[in-house]
């Protein structure tokens, strides 16, 4: 029980969750109306790419943009991003947003139209890890370890941290955790940034699954510690649904990595008051 308490206070003491939402006090902007028109932004596109950049600092910008068929494929809140990877041919929509003291404040989306792919851009060993490419790549939830309670500097399994634990099944069984399928979550790059998630109910004793389909988004970073996965459209990473609160108010939908091999996923899920838990799958 000790070890259990322990445990419980370094989740509470954890960071803060990753956000892209506009974080700034419109109050602070000056008392300046805008419309569509005033609003002052490039988007410029180059073969596979597209740099974005609010030219008016009057306004908190917010960006998002989306495939033909209205999928997001990520957003922003920065003035300025640059050479975003656009691999697949087709068309694309750049929403901005801009929030003003007077109020909010949307443009005319823009199209850019990439005219062929470039897979060169999955170069990264990572890509296929996750995705095996066009082919696809299939996850399940490992359940002789599903979850995994570590300590606020802990940043990855190659990196480590101050400690951590990894228990088995039969050591959290405290935590309600049914041990039954829990579904699939599959990746790939088959023209698009592609994720279907197969999600069995959180309802205890059920076996009913739902489907559900969309795009993602992989931000990787050189030394792998804050690689993250974005899930859009209110899709979810595949996760346990424990009988009492473990995993609600946890966000699945933007997660950072802390494991990626050839046979293992493990993710952090992150709470808005800064608690983590890890989550562990394995390739189908």
């Known amino acids: ?61 917010y960006w998002s943009y989306t495939d033909a068929l209205g999928n997001e494929l990520g957003h922003f809140n920065t003035n300025k991003i640059q050479d975003i990877a656009l691999p697949f041919a087709g068309t ?29 851009l999955f170069s990264d060993p990572k890509w296929d890890l996750l995705t095996n490419g066009v082919n696809g790549k299939t996850w399940i939830l490992k359940m002789s370890a599903p979850m995994e309670f570590v300590g606020p500097g802990y940043i990855n399994s190659t990196v480590g941290g101050d400690w951590n634990w990894y228990p088995n099944f039969s050591d959290i069984s405290w935590a309600g955790i049914e041990d039954k399928d829990w579904g699939e979550i599959t ?3 088959n023209g698009g940034y592609n994720v279907t998630v197969v999600q069995t109910s959180t309802e205890v004793n ?3 699954k739902t489907t559900k389909k969309g795009t993602f988004s992989y931000n990787r970073t050189a030394d792998f510690t804050n690689d993250r996965i974005i ?26 990595l802390v494991e990626l091999t050839a046979t293992t996923l493990s993710y952090a899920a992150i709470r808005a008051d800064g608690q983590v838990l890890i989550y562990h799958l394995i390739a189908k």
């Open 1 to 61: 029980m000790k070890r259990i308490l322990h445990i419980l206070v370094a989740i509470i003491t954890l960071g803060s969750v990753f956000s892209c939402e506009p974080v700034e006090d419109r109050n602070s902007l000056p008392a300046i109306t805008k419309t569509a028109a005033d609003l002052k932004f490039t988007v410029t596109a180059k073969s596979n790419s597209m740099t974005l950049e609010n030219l008016d600092m009057d306004v908190i910008p």
């Open 92 to 120: 694309y929509y750049v929403n901005f947003t801009a929030y003003t003291r007077g109020g909010i404040v949307v443009a005319e989306p823009k199209k850019v139209v990439i005219s062929q792919n470039d897979l060169t």
């Open 187 to 189: 990746f790939n790059l």
């Open 206 to 208: 059920s076996s009913v």
């Open 231 to 256: 899930l859009n459209g209110g899709l979810e990473m595949l996760h346990p649904g424990p009988a009492n609160s473990w995993s609600s108010g946890f966000s699945f939908s933007n997660v950072r």
